[in-house]
């Protein structure tokens, strides 16, 4: 049997990793999952993940919790919302993946390229309410490292010139928004909100 | 037509030609488009990733308390910033629970969104609300024998299922392209997706996507891509080099916005052409309708 | 009535540009002398049809022979009322459409066709219905459950009186047994009540409904029309006569105790559906072996069903059962854990929603194979390979383990009051090389005074046999029809529409007989066989034969047939080796003389004939269907329809190879367990006659492939060319029949 060596011995289902995951904001949806595998076909980038949207959601109802942290999939989900138009169970994949990434970067996972972008791209709209691609690009790097950017990185910069060059990449950041305290208090009332209601 | 109108960032940055061509054929169409004062990002496919649905979604409903007063649909040309408002809006008109926390959230820093209004997609307003019909009427230069595949994106189409369009094989974009005297390709990948959000962390991702875009728009022999979404049409046209690179691919594929092709077919100004921010030179390709540098 | 042909001959749709339509008239007028041929180029259109009618009307024209289209096109057009008889000659579909125009043989083909015809003319008499006198109109309904109920319910709206018999004390069936059902209704997510009351209330107080409770049946006599029930009741009998029945006797729980390795005998706590189910009707479920509310509670699937071993069928109805089950203990404690270890769910129809709820409430499906149920001093522990996630697992520290134990009908278990008696006396008619009987279970259920036996004849483990495809509720015996759980495994909502339908097929059937007609596949056909029993020689060809058990036998042995169960197959006429059972319009000489009419070229010729017999009910249409679609196909064809292989007498075959044919090709249904034969055995006796044609061929040294016989359905039709063509290329390499001119 080509199994996922999960564990030695028998598998237990461990409940309580599975209610976590429930418990988030679209969590319940995991529940509804049939395993068709209607996502796992339908996914753009299928090939880059471990575990398929079906694998991952049949990990985590059966609770593996390691396997989960380790499993690439939410990081390499593109939003294309193909699983989602097709998954015949009504499952929001693509929100799910949203949860998993924060529940990832809430409990420390953060070392994967994709989680050092979201935070970079994140901090980004946080202190200026806007994106700003050079902004983004030296936030991102600057969290990475300059040792771990690999080749492509220098030929990202060929391609920041050739942008400049078509007038396409501002040297400058946009001015930011106005009522940027407004942005931020909206984020902190709407997490506060979503706490409570967790509490509850 | 007047509509409120949502650039998102890549507008002002990135998809310049987009926004100098839009405006441009918009003016012409006489659709009048007024920016939400102050606007906010969206918050793209990542902001969802990191604080979670509902904030981001609480922020994206800034926008909307903004756009309110003016009393206009907003139209919105890039497919993230789409969906985000989009489902932010319809949580709005559909999702009581929704409805109420957000406005308690938007209370506390003194704003209310009524959700009067519609988030439209600007393929949605071209054919819908300006029609075909009139598009052709204004195509002074018809773009006859050019071959051109639509390159619709991902969530464009799929935000709400069958509303305006087919999820995975849509057909409106197509028929913009016919209006403007253009033959549109067969070009299956239409839908598909072309890797935008690996594009800074894992880049080889977003090239090997357009790489089967590209080729899907060369084997049937298309002299251009059209592109309705800012992100999409930069990882075509800009990564175009990092494609033929790891692909080994020879010929190139001049990517436009198609608002540059409306502009071009309208006959305005080349100003609203905007082609010197193409990466991939468009000259050859629309030489015979006297497009040069 | 006064024989008069006229013929009709029909030059449009492309007919008149492919063949000489002179020359065919000339077949008509002069080869048979028939007084009335007109020709038209649109007879379906108003002056055509009105050219016929003013012959039959000033003319006196009784036998309306129209040479054009298929006679399954253009019938509402060509239809002068029942007093004339009338045939058509397919020249469209069966000769222009399928071979070359303006052809030499194309022609000739035309003209046997027309041949074929007037030759059946000379034997052809128009039937005249069987009516019985009084015929009975109630319908018995045997099984008072969900389904019985819903029957008698629906039988009676309709307006006809029901007779609804019950071997328990009081109504209801599973229902009673049941604290909950799966929902009936829209959004299909929670178990519903099962309105038994209500249900039993609705019977009680429907004056077209006679109810019998603690009631068997002590013999069921007679047939369509004019059933004679004596029914048991208490120490005493007593008769009801009814003109339908339905069987709705439904299915009980597999045997658990046959379930050891599933642990079922190990622990109180190891229960089945149905003990769960009473478990939960008492309230708080409390595990049997001390009464604690249950936290964990493990569900098997398929726990004997699908199982070489024991059950190989799905018992369709436990996946909605158990989720309904899970649901239970979901509703009792939100944070109970809840495993269904399952092969496949079959939440088949809206259950699907069902079980979306199930799986919303947090009850946890694995995909999986049970390895083992063990006992650890009250706890009870499942372990299995889970095939998703490809490992062993286990669930421990269970409550309960309930096992979804599957159904078997109620028709499966023979009734040890029975003697073998019977079935011996079947085993040594069944002697001679004749078919095998089909099983017959005595359940002690119906007790039918039938030749063949005292139950519905089985298909495979022990369900009544009923045509699957095209009339589900048909058994093999007319006027008797099976629904829910005792015709095949099924849920509760499908128990409900298979008892509707059932109720519609009893009503159709006995307005049917009442007027000598015959229900499906040849409804509303008035013929039936005629037996000419001087010449009897009670072979029990005919008694054995019947697919539909109509006929059974006198004291003498002599068969005494009873119309009214008649499907009007003709596999008796098929069968009599005496030949003395035909109908008024379907005879053994008629064929015979249809074949005969066929000119058969001489050998130096080089222009060979195959025969091919079509069964009307498939091959047929595929044969038009090829027409339709333009498929070429060999021109040394002739094709002589007949009502299903199963009426085929041999002495067609012999008459066919001593006339000259050089190969004759059978074209039936599908037999075999997943038949498809309208008349259900009729073309698998076809087979079995046929193979006995073989050695009698061989022995003439004639190449016993001469004769074959293939199976089509009506999408066969693309495939008709390749069987066709590839026929007769094999009989073109034996070379001439050496029968030919002789
Ligand atoms: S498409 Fe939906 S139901 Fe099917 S495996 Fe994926 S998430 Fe599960
Ligand atoms: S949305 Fe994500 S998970 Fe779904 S198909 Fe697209 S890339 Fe795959
Ligand atoms: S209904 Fe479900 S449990 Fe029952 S036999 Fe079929 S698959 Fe197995
Ligand atoms: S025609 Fe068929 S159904 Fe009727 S008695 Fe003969 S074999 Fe039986």
Not at chain 3, 403 to 426: C, I, K, R, S, W
Request: with cysteine; aromatic share 8%; hydrophobic share 40%.
């Amino acid at each position: 049997m080509t199994g996922f060596n999960v564990s030695s011995g028998p598998l237990k289902y461990d409940t309580e990793f599975a209610r976590e995951i429930y418990s988030l904001e679209n969590g319940h949806h995991i529940k509804k999952c049939m395993q068709c595998g209607m996502c796992e076909v339908s996914c753009a980038t299928r090939k880059e993940m471990d575990y398929s949207p079906r694998k991952m959601f049949l990990l985590l109802r059966t609770g593996q919790r390691e396997e989960f942290f380790k499993s690439n999939t939410m990081w390499m989900c593109s939003t294309c919302l193909m699983c989602k138009v097709r998954c015949p169970r009504g499952v929001p994949i693509v929100d799910v993946m949203h949860d998993l990434k924060c529940y990832a970067i809430s409990k420390g996972y953060t070392e994967r390229a994709q989680a050092a972008f979201y935070q970079s791209f994140w901090k980004e709209i946080w202190s200026r309410g806007k994106q700003f691609e050079g902004g983004l690009m030296a936030r991102y790097y600057l969290k990475r490292g300059w040792k771990d950017i690999r080749k492509d990185a220098f030929r990202m910069k060929d391609m920041g010139l050739t942008m400049l060059k078509h007038g396409r990449m501002p040297l400058m950041p946009p001015k930011s928004v106005k009522g940027l305290k407004d942005v931020q208090k909206l984020v902190e009332v709407a997490k506060a909100q979503l706490q409570k209601g967790a509490d509850r | 037509m007047k509509y409120s109108f949502y650039p998102g960032c890549s507008m002002e940055a990135t998809a310049v030609p987009y926004l100098k061509s839009f405006e441009a054929v918009a003016h012409a169409l006489g659709i009048e488009l007024k920016e939400i004062p102050d606007w906010n990002c969206c918050g793209a496919t990542v902001a969802s990733g990191v604080i979670g649905d509902y904030p981001a979604q609480v922020m994206t409903s800034r926008n909307l308390a903004l756009a309110e007063p003016h009393g206009a649909d907003i139209v919105v040309p890039c497919s993230s910033c789409y969906m985000n408002l989009a489902i932010t809006n319809r949580k709005f008109k559909e999702d009581g629970h929704f409805r109420q926390m957000a406005d308690e959230a938007l209370a506390s820093v003194g704003m209310k969104y009524g959700g009067s209004l519609n988030v439209r997609q600007i393929i949605d307003v071209m054919v819908n609300d300006v029609g075909l019909d009139t598009i052709k009427s204004k195509v002074k230069k018809p773009l006859t024998g050019l071959r051109v595949a639509g390159y619709v994106g991902c969530q464009t189409p799929r935000v709400f299922p069958w509303e305006f369009d087919d999820p995975e094989q849509p057909v409106f974009f197509d028929k913009i392209i016919e209006a403007l005297g253009a033959t549109p390709v067969k070009f299956p990948v239409k839908a598909r997706c072309c890797g935008s959000s690996h594009s800074v962390a894992q880049p080889e991702i977003t090239a090997d996507s357009c790489y089967n875009i590209i080729t899907s728009a060369q084997d049937d022999q298309a002299h251009l891509i059209a592109a309705v979404c800012p992100m999409c049409q930069l990882n075509l046209d800009a990564y175009q080099d990092l494609v033929k690179e790891r692909h080994k691919l020879k010929t190139s594929m001049p990517v436009l916005f198609f608002t540059q092709l409306m502009a071009i077919a309208m006959d305005l100004p080349p100003d609203a052409w905007a082609l010197k921010h193409n990466i991939v030179s468009p000259f050859t390709a629309l030489a015979k309708f006297g497009v040069g540098k | 009535m006064a024989k008069k042909i006229g013929v009709y001959i029909c030059s449009g749709c492309g007919i008149g540009d492919a063949l000489d339509i002179d020359a065919l008239a000339k077949v008509a007028t002069k080869e048979y002398k028939v007084p009335v041929c007109q020709k038209n180029a649109f007879f379906c259109g108003k002056e055509g049809v009105e050219v016929i009618k003013k012959d039959i009307a000033e003319n006196e024209v009784t036998y309306v022979v129209i040479a054009g289209c298929s006679g399954r096109v253009n019938y509402d057009v060509f239809n002068f009322g029942p007093s004339v008889v009338l045939e058509r000659v397919n020249l469209r579909e069966r000769v222009v459409w399928t071979q070359e125009p303006d052809d030499e043989d194309t022609q000739m083909m035309a003209e046997d066709y027309l041949r074929i015809t007037l030759a059946k003319l000379k034997n052809l008499e128009l039937p005249e219905a069987y009516v019985i006198e009084n015929c009975n109109k109630r319908v018995m309904v045997v099984g008072g459950g969900l389904a019985g109920m819903t029957s008698a319910v629906e039988v009676a709206k309709a307006g006809y009186e029901v007779v609804l018999v019950e071997k328990e004390d009081s109504l209801g069936g599973w229902l009673k047994r049941s604290y909950k059902i799966a929902p009936l209704n829209s959004p299909y997510t929670d178990p519903e009540d099962t309105g038994l009351e209500a249900r039993v209330k609705e019977i009680e107080g429907n004056s077209n409904i006679k109810v019998y409770t603690s009631t068997t049946i002590e013999k069921t006599a007679g047939a369509p029309g004019m059933f004679d029930v004596t029914l048991k009741q208490g120490g005493g009998t007593l008769e009801e006569k009814v003109g339908a029945i339905i069987l709705a006797t439904g299915a009980v729980p597999y045997e658990p105790s046959k379930l050891g390795h599933l642990g079922y005998g190990a622990s109180p706590n190891v229960v089945t559906q149905a003990q769960f189910e009473e478990l939960a009707a008492k309230g708080t479920i409390a595990r049997p072996s001390d009464g604690k509310a249950v936290q964990k509670v493990g569900f098997i699937q398929c726990a004997g069903s699908r199982d070489q071993e024991h059950l190989p069928y799905c018992s369709a109805a436990c996946c909605v059962e158990s989720i309904k089950q899970a649901l239970y203990v979901k509703g009792q404690n939100s944070e109970a854990a809840v495993y269904v270890f399952y092969k496949d769910i079959r939440s088949s129809g809206q259950y699907e929603h069902f079980y979306k709820k199930a799986q919303s409430e947090g009850v946890m499906f694995i995909k999986a194979d049970v390895t083992g149920v063990t006992d650890d001093g009250g706890n009870l522990t499942i372990e299995a390979n889970d095939l998703l996630m490809g490992s062993p697992t286990m669930a421990d520290e269970l409550d309960m383990v309930v096992l979804a134990n599957g159904m078997v009908p109620t028709t499966a278990f023979e009734d040890p009051a029975y003697g073998t008696e019977a079935q011996e006396e079947a085993a040594c008619a069944a002697a001679d090389a004749a078919p095998v009987p089909a099983p017959i279970i005595k359940s002690n259920i119906l007790n039918l005074e039938y030749r063949q036996g005292p139950e519905l004849p089985s298909l495979k483990y022990g369900f009544p046999d009923s045509h699957f495809i095209c009339f589900p509720y048909e058994t093999r015996r007319t006027g008797i029809y099976a629904a829910g759980s005792v015709r095949r495994p099924m849920d509760m909502s499908q128990a409900v529409g298979d008892a509707t339908g059932a109720a519609l097929k009893a009503v159709q059937c006995i307005e049917m007989t009442d007027k000598g007609g015959a229900v499906h596949p040849r409804s509303g056909d008035i013929s039936f066989p005629d037996f000419q029993l001087n010449r009897c020689t009670q072979c029990k060809r005919c008694t054995e034969e019947c697919p539909f058990g109509a006929i059974n036998e006198d004291e003498k042995g002599n068969p005494l047939p009873n119309p009214t169960r008649c499907r009007r197959c003709g596999t008796c006429m098929g069968a009599c080796p005496e030949r003395i059972i035909s109908f008024k319009n379907y005879s053994v000489p008629m064929l015979g003389n249809m074949l005969k009419s066929i000119e058969v070229p001489e050998e130096d010729e080089e222009k060979p004939r195959v025969l091919i017999f079509a069964c009307e009910n498939d091959a047929i249409p595929a044969l038009d269907m090829a027409g339709i679609n333009r498929l070429q196909y060999s021109k040394w064809v002739r094709i002589i329809p007949v009502r299903c292989l199963g009426s085929l007498n041999l002495v067609w075959i012999n008459d066919a190879m001593s006339k000259g044919f050089d190969g004759v090709l059978l074209m039936g249904c599908k037999h075999g367990d997943d038949y498809q034969c309208h008349f259900m055995k009729g073309s698998e006796l076809a087979g079995i006659r046929l193979s006995k044609v073989s050695e009698t061929l061989d022995r003439l040294g004639l190449e016993s492939e001469r004769v074959y016989m293939t199976e089509v359905n009506v999408m066969d039709y693309d495939r008709i060319p390749k069987i066709i063509n590839e026929f007769v290329e094999k009989i073109d390499k034996f070379g001439p029949n050496p029968m030919k001119g002789f």
